[in-house]
């Protein structure tokens, strides 16, 4: 099974590594991918994401406290909620603990650097193999022998960067990585399903609005030929967010944009409360 790492930063890039190399030792059917180890020299790294992301059935996504708002982080966690079912995407938290998120990183499940969280996470991997997991038994047995190791290597981990960040280039490589999946993905949006159109739309205004620094959370849902995005302020005002039906994709980002408020957030005025 293909597994898709997540990272950004040279601590959450160890704790990758570490999983990298230790989780197919324990089950072999597991097939873990990180960027920085697979990707071959002279190959374009930006072609190897796209098709990796897409062919991904579960996904890890390493956090730590200077990589929570990072765009790489962000970008990569939601291609993983669309390719992947969330039921088969984790956060692994390294110096974190699961309160410490928000949406939409908040929204997967999430799996504490410790022996109990790590042991959990490799028994839902391993039922992620279908007619090819193993004995739940064989699992327990597997991790009990393997675990001193990866504690080991968890143990070793630096602590975050102190000085500016990020280490890569991130708004560059997003960019890059946009652009290959446009390219790929012509002709656009039109001969997307509706569900699938739908799935784009609220990911590209989830990112916008969270971006702007100014939600603690949202509820989606369709209203008309469009959508409504009710979002509950971080100071604890509401605000809505609509959407047409017929607004081309390209236009989500300048649509979305002009409704973001730039003050404090008011209060709701239809009596309807916002939740996730």
Known sequence: MEIFISWSGSRSHAVATALHDWLPKIINDLRPWLSS??????ARWSVDVAARLNAAKAG???LTPNNL?????????????????????????????????????????????EEADILKLLQ???????????????????????WPKLKSDLEKIPADETSSR??????????????????????????????DRESVVKARAAKIIFESGTAQSFRTRKEGSGLRIDVTGRGGGE??????????????????????????????????????
């Open 37 to 42: 180890a697979d990707i071959g020299k002279g």
């Open 60 to 62: 890890i996504i390493c």
């Open 69 to 113: 708002h990072s765009d790489w982080i962000l970008f990569e966690a939601g291609a993983l909620s669309k390719a992947v079912e969330n039921a088969n995407v984790c956060t692994f938290l390294i110096g974190l603990e699961p309160s410490d998120l928000e949406p939409p990183l908040s929204q997967f499940q999430a799996t504490k650097a």
């Open 124 to 146: 839902t991997l391993n039922q992620g193999l279908g007619e090819n997991a193993l004995p739940r038994e064989h699992v327990a047995g597997a991790f009990e022998m393997g």
């Open 166 to 195: 990020p280490v890569r280039s991130e708004r560059q490589l997003l960019e890059e990585i946009l652009d290959l999946v446009r390219g790929q993905s012509r002709p656009a949006i039109a001969s997307l399903t509706e569900e």
């Open 239 to 276: 605000y809505v967010v609509t959407i047409p039906r017929d607004l081309q994709v390209e236009e989500i980002e300048k649509c979305v944009s002009a409704q973001l408020p730039t003050n404090e957030v008011p209060p709701a005025t239809d009596g309807k409360t916002a939740g996730p």
